[in-house]
């Protein structure tokens, strides 16, 4: 699977949107993105994913370059109960391919 | 409806003890995974059932690692001779087909077990 790189830490203050970065420039054609998050204490949750077109869910909306080499998960309203590390991960969807985590973004939401 | 449920949500023990990690994962899901967190680092593949047999368990550090899945449903992921650099969170996740069950196929995590060797 194709590794990712995520900035360690951002900020966000309430109410604004989060947008957090990732790449992927060695993805290959097959491979899909895709966004957990972990809440201090808790296993990681599934965010959403997507393979090349931009995606859009209750929780948050996928934003994949026409390259594919990087994208950005949206979080348009942020609040202080969105502070959690977020994975980007990549990985086929077809056949086997487990998840691979890096150490992701620690994302702080302030008042 | 109920989700992953991990016990003993903290577990401390001696170095060189024996300890059991149980895994219960959301009911009718086929596929069962263990993963391993250290202190700073994302969680890192240990294995995964298909059923009740361990499809891949190229993650395991050693075989001091094991884990079963006798009835296909809960797991028990067993270290023998601990070691304080078996000090972790140990996380059990499940889906509903399995990593080849196409891009769907949600892993759905538990709150983990908190393992301390002292």
């Known amino acids: 699977d194709a590794k990712t790189t995520q900035p360690p830490s951002m900020d966000c203050a309430e109410g604004r949107a989060a947008n957090l970065p990732c790449n992927h420039s060695t993805i290959s054609g097959n491979e899909y993105v895709y966004w957990y998050r972990q809440i201090h204490s808790q296993g990681p949750q599934y965010i959403i994913h997507?393979?090349?077109n931009n995606e859009t869910n209750e929780m948050a909306s996928l934003i994949i370059t026409e390259d594919r080499k990087s994208s950005t998960l949206i979080l348009p309203h942020a609040t202080l109960r969105d502070t959690a590390v977020y994975y980007c991960i990549v990985r086929v969807a077809q056949g086997y391919s487990t998840l691979t985590f890096g150490k992701g973004t620690m994302l702080l939401v302030s008042p | 409806g109920a989700g992953v449920s991990q016990t003993p949500s903290n577990k401390v023990t001696e170095k060189g003890k024996y300890v059991e990690l149980r895994c219960d994962p959301i009911?009718?899901?086929?596929?069962l995974y263990w993963y391993r967190q250290s202190l700073g680092q994302g969680p890192e593949f240990l294995i995964y059932?298909?059923?009740?047999?361990?499809?891949?368990d190229s993650g395991l550090p050693n075989d001091r690692f094991f884990a079963v899945r006798p009835e296909g449903s809960v797991s028990t992921l067993k270290i023998q001779r601990t070691e304080r650099g078996d000090s972790a969170v140990y996380l059990c996740a499940s889906s509903l087909k399995g990593p080849s069950g196409g891009e769907t196929d949600t892993q759905y995590f538990g709150p983990g077990t908190r393992l301390t060797v002292l």
């Open positions: 059932f298909q059923g009740t047999g361990a499809a891949d």
């Open positions: 997507g393979l090349k």
């Open positions: 009911s009718g899901h086929t596929a």
